[in-house]
């Protein structure tokens, strides 16, 4: 079955450093997309990115960027120069393929503070 | 906001007793997944309703069940619940079986169930 491993349960840091979550996932899916989602205190979940196992390039959008490595099943999130407002969980997703349709498979979530 | 609408926002409610949680989904999309977010559990998928038929099924207790109507809103009724019941419910929708276009399925600002 399909897995997701978010290692770091929280991580701190201060304004301004750069900061990298990571995500290891295990499928045995050839073609399969991964996802990374924004969970601020609100509560509600912000898509930030999918990803398909056929494209490794990396993406970067502002302070954002993603690397995918198929070779060691990885999809690392790194923010460059983080706010306050970055303060959030963040869940890496896999999705998984059953009969014709698609559910996601969440990590349990980095809690990332960023302190001023 | 993603145009996804749950209530509703919070929900209070004793052991033993039934509740429904509603959703209604972005105009024209025609999935909805049904998610637990919970403190033990993580976030695990339930399960998902396509055009009113139910195509894929997670990690859904037999107390649980959901529906989806001809307008395409869907209702999650949990009943006998339980303590470990209460936990953040969302609602996510998607244009078509899978993923959309761009790949998210769109969250709705979740329920949260508080069981007594």
């Known amino acids: 079955a399909q897995k997701v491993t978010q290692a770091q349960t929280e991580i701190s840091v201060v304004e301004k450093e750069d900061v990298t979550l990571d995500c290891v996932y295990e499928?045995?899916?050839?073609?399969?997309?991964l996802f990374w989602y924004k969970q601020p205190p609100s509560g509600e979940l912000v898509f930030l990115i999918r990803?398909?196992?056929?494209?490794?390039q990396n993406e970067i959008s502002g302070r954002y960027s993603w690397n995918f490595q198929k070779s060691t099943s990885s999809f690392n999130f790194t923010i460059t120069a983080s706010q306050v407002v970055d303060s959030a969980v963040y869940f890496c997703?896999?999705?998984?393929?059953?009969?014709?349709?698609?559910?996601?498979?969440f990590g349990k979530g980095t809690k990332l503070t960023v302190n001023p | 906001d993603s145009g996804v609408t749950q209530t509703p926002k919070h929900l209070i409610t004793a052991t033993g007793q039934r509740v429904t949680l509603r959703c209604s989904p972005r105009?024209?999309?025609?999935?909805v997944y049904w998610y637990q977010q919970s403190l033990d559990q993580g976030l695990q998928f339930l399960i998902q309703?396509?055009?009113?038929?139910?195509?894929a099924k997670g990690n859904i207790l037999e107390r649980f069940s959901a529906q989806q109507f001809p307008d395409l809103h869907s209702e999650l009724n949990l009943s006998s619940l339980e303590l470990g019941d209460s936990a953040l419910y969302f609602c996510?929708?998607?244009?078509?079986?899978?993923?959309?276009?761009?790949?998210?399925?769109?969250f709705g600002p979740g329920t949260r169930l508080t069981v007594l």
């Open positions: 996510a929708s998607s244009p078509e079986l899978t993923s959309g276009p761009r790949g998210e399925q769109f």
């Open positions: 499928t045995r899916d050839t073609t399969y997309y």
């Open positions: 990803r398909n196992s056929f494209d490794e």
């Open positions: 997703a896999l999705s998984e393929l059953q009969g014709g349709s698609e559910k996601l498979v």
């Open positions: 309703y396509y055009n009113g038929e139910e195509r």
């Open positions: 105009s024209g999309d025609l999935s």
